[in-house]
């Protein structure tokens, strides 16, 4: 379809040649190093999520390791051990923990406390486990 306007003939289906109007190939000199900004936006956030994953996983196993010592603990208290070989053990295992102990009757129970640090910030975790003290009074 041919249109004519101020005594010149185009074709109406094609572009005037104007800024909204690029062909397949062309690029724009403003779209330059649009990719390359993005990834150094994005790069950063990416590090600090995998970090804090990483992270998560020395947290859980900082938890397993305080559990397993709260119940070596416990069993040594109950067998008779004092609680400084309990105490010493918690050390050796998860250095920087704490262990408390408490007794009621013939229930001898341990609890684990240590602090793993993600990203600078400080993760508390707990573990407490009891064990019978048969024949220890």
Known sequence: MLAARGGRERDARAGDGGAGDRGAGDRGAGDR???TAEIAVA??????????CIGGVGVTTTLLAASDAAADAARLIARGDGPGAASAHVRAVLPGA??????RDTIVCATVDATPRVLGIGMPVSARSCSLAAGVD
């Open 33 to 35: 190093g649009a990719v």
């Open 43 to 52: 790069l950063p956030t990416i590090v600090v999520v995998l970090a804090a």
């Open 98 to 103: 704490t262990l408390r102990t408490d007794r």
